[in-house]
C-alpha cells in the first residue's frame, strides 16, 4: 500500500519539477556562473507558479516521511 503511493507521489513530483519555470539563464548560465544563485532571493511567484511551487514542496515533504515510514514499518 504504502509502495504504490510512494511511487504515485514521485512520479508527480518528477512532473511538476518539469513543469516549473527555469529560474537561470540555461545551460550557459550554469557553466559560466551567470547570475549567480541566490537562496535568499525573494521570489515574486504568482498565480500558476507558485502553486506549482507549493505543490512540489508539499510532495517532496510527503515523499521523505512515506520513505522514513516505508524504511521503519
Excluded: D
Excluded at 13 to 41: E, P, V
Amino acid at each position: 500500500m504504502l509502495n504504490a503511493l510512494l511511487m504515485i507521489v514521485s512520479a508527480m513530483l518528477i512532473i511538476l519539477s518539469l513543469l516549473q519555470s527555469g529560474k537561470t539563464s540555461g545551460m550557459s548560465g550554469a557553466l559560466t556562473g551567470a547570475g549567480g544563485l541566490n537562496l535568499f532571493a525573494n521570489t515574486k511567484e504568482r498565480g500558476s507558479e507558485k502553486f506549482i511551487s507549493n505543490a512540489t514542496m508539499v510532495l517532496g515533504i510527503a515523499f521523505f516521511v512515506l520513505v522514513i515510514l516505508i524504511r521503519v514499518i
